[in-house]
T-cell receptor, first 113, second 114 residues
Framework: DQQVKQNSPSLSVQEGRISILNCDYTNSMFDYFLWYKKYPAEGPTFLISISSIKDKNEDGRFTVFLNKSAKHLSLHIVPSQPGDSAVYFCAAALLNQGGKLIFGQGTELSVKP | ETGVTQTPRHLVMGMTNKKSLKCEQH?????MYWYKQSAKKPLELMFV???????ENNSVPSRFSPECPNSSHLFLHLHTLQPEDSALYLCASSQGGLFTDTQYFGPGTRLTVL
């Protein structure tokens, strides 16, 4: 059972436009959500996170929105840049069960000049 | 430059071999993690060590055996692996053992089991 889902395997966006990456989860007990970015041949890099008690967290060009009633979170990148082209993973954490972090399958973002 | 290093970067082994993956972190962190990334599957958490104590074993087969001799080093001992164990194995560390702390990943070891 896939508890964290990224239903879009890929996304293509024009430079300067907004990129919206989506993530759905099934377990209402998740209490922390994270986004990671991964370039080919490198390990993932932490990008931004949000606590389940918040509905928005912003860091520069990156904003994460959390809709708990819909069990949905999204990552907005604006404006998108070619260097943002990478695979983006969302992850959900259960902190009261020993620190388990469950990842989605990833969405490959391509930002075209 | 990443503060988490992994060796070797690539490893090819037969099913009867015994090998070990090594991870070292130079960040003064207290928690270390092993992840597996297979083709077409999400990143999977395998093991968590917090202050050298294993706190998570995510239903990993016993042919994978972790070892954490100190808070800076983490090993993954491999024996009698299967071809489906071929994957990218990533090590990560964080200041604390909870996932609210940023995890810093190493570059990974690309393992191929023949």
């Amino acid at each position: 059972d896939q508890q964290v889902k990224q239903n879009s395997p890929s996304l293509s966006v024009q430079e300067g436009r907004i990129s919206i990456l989506n993530c759905d989860y099934t377990n209402s007990m998740f209490d922390y959500f994270l986004w990671y970015k991964k370039y080919p041949a490198e390990g993932p890099t932490f990008l931004i996170s949000i606590s389940s008690i918040k509905d928005k967290n912003e860091d520069g060009r990156f904003t994460v929105f959390l809709n708990k009633s819909a069990k949905h979170l999204s990552l907005h990148i604006v404006p998108s840049q070619p260097g943002d082209s990478a695979v983006y993973f969302c992850a959900a954490a259960l902190l009261n069960q020993g620190g388990k972090l469950i990842f989605g399958q990833g969405t490959e973002l391509s930002v075209k000049p | 430059e990443t503060g988490v290093t992994q060796t070797p970067r690539h490893l090819v082994m037969g099913m009867t071999n015994k090998k070990s993956l090594k991870c070292e972190q130079h960040l003064g962190h207290n928690a270390m993690y092993w992840y597996k990334q297979s083709a077409k599957k999400p990143l999977e958490l395998m093991f968590v060590y917090n202050f050298k104590e294993q706190t998570e074993n995510n239903s990993v087969p016993s042919r994978f055996s972790p070892e954490c001799p100190n808070s800076s080093h983490l090993f993954l001992h491999l024996h009698t692996l299967q071809p489906e164990d071929s994957a990218l194995y990533l090590c990560a560390s964080s200041q604390g053992g909870l996932f609210t702390d940023t995890q810093y990943f190493g570059p990974g070891t690309r393992l191929t089991v023949l």
